[in-house]
């Protein structure tokens, strides 16, 4: 047996619902990732890539094609938010990156490429039905995964809403595909997002106090 057969392969059965070794070892390695970002350590982006890697082998071998797809993807953004973790740490005097706030262009800009990208990769995928089964919340969480990494990778706050908008789709649509575990790690997914939330907001406020102390002295 070579190790993707192995990985593909049923770990257990939980609730009824078929737990595959791929599915169940990927989403450990994300929450480990999302865990490590809350931290802001740069491990979270090889992390995010490996799990990207372990997951692409449970969509493939699935044959959702639009869900392999998006793995990819976070590969690309995890090996480019890596770098910009990078830059970003050695420009701070402790070596930790910076967190804050994205600009309100920022966010428009963000919300305007999370919009136009799901109804764009929406109508690939109903052109296309082989890529998806559930085309429009396949679409949503393909983009707003992009976004939400695109937003960690330049250290905004937003970053956090935005996977939590993306849990919200994801839950119930990981389940309704049969990948349970992706399902449940979500939940958890979840309570993750809002304490990494807490801990960026304060973050971000501390880092702008010295800011607004210089301009008002």
């Known amino acids: 047996m070579?190790?993707?057969?192995?990985?593909?392969?049923?770990?257990?059965?939980?609730?009824?619902?078929?737990?595959?070794?791929?599915?169940?070892?990927?989403?450990?390695?994300?929450?480990i990732a999302l865990a490590?970002?809350?931290?802001?350590?740069?491990?979270?982006?090889?992390?995010?890539?490996?799990?990207g890697a372990?997951?692409?082998?449970?969509?493939?071998?699935?044959?959702?094609?639009?869900s392999a797809g998006k793995q990819v993807v976070v590969m690309l953004v995890a090996a480019w938010g890596?770098?910009?973790?990078?830059?970003?740490?050695?420009?701070?005097q402790d070596g930790t990156l910076a967190v804050r706030f994205a600009t309100w262009t920022e966010r428009a800009l963000l919300v305007g490429a999370a919009a136009l990208g799901t109804v764009a990769v929406a109508l690939l995928f109903t052109a296309y039905p082989s890529l998806s089964w559930d085309p429009w919340p396949?679409?949503?969480?393909?983009?707003?995964?992009?976004?939400?990494?695109?937003?960690?990778?330049?250290?905004?706050?937003e970053f956090w809403f935005a996977?939590?908008?993306?849990?919200?789709?994801?839950?119930?649509?990981?389940?309704?595909?049969?990948?349970?575990?992706?399902?449940?790690?979500?939940?958890?997914?979840?309570?993750?997002?809002?304490?990494?939330?807490r801990d960026w907001w304060l973050r971000s406020r501390a880092n702008t106090a010295p800011a607004l102390e210089g301009a008002t002295a």
């Open 163 to 197: 996977w939590l908008l993306v849990d919200l789709v994801g839950v119930p649509l990981n389940f309704a595909n049969g990948y349970a575990f992706s399902g449940f790690v979500y939940v958890i997914y979840g309570a993750l997002v809002l304490w990494g939330m």
């Open 36 to 51: 490590l970002g809350w931290r802001r350590s740069i491990w979270t982006w090889p992390a995010q890539f490996l799990s």
């Open 2 to 31: 070579n190790t993707f057969s192995w990985l593909n392969g049923e770990a257990f059965t939980a609730f009824g619902q078929h737990i595959k070794w791929s599915d169940m070892i990927g989403n450990v390695i994300g929450l």
């Open 82 to 92: 890596w770098m910009q973790w990078d830059r970003g740490r050695q420009q701070t």
């Open 54 to 66: 372990i997951l692409f082998t449970a969509f493939a071998a699935g044959h959702l094609s639009g």
């Open 138 to 157: 396949d679409a949503y969480i393909f983009v707003g995964t992009v976004v939400a990494m695109y937003a960690q990778s330049r250290g905004m706050v």
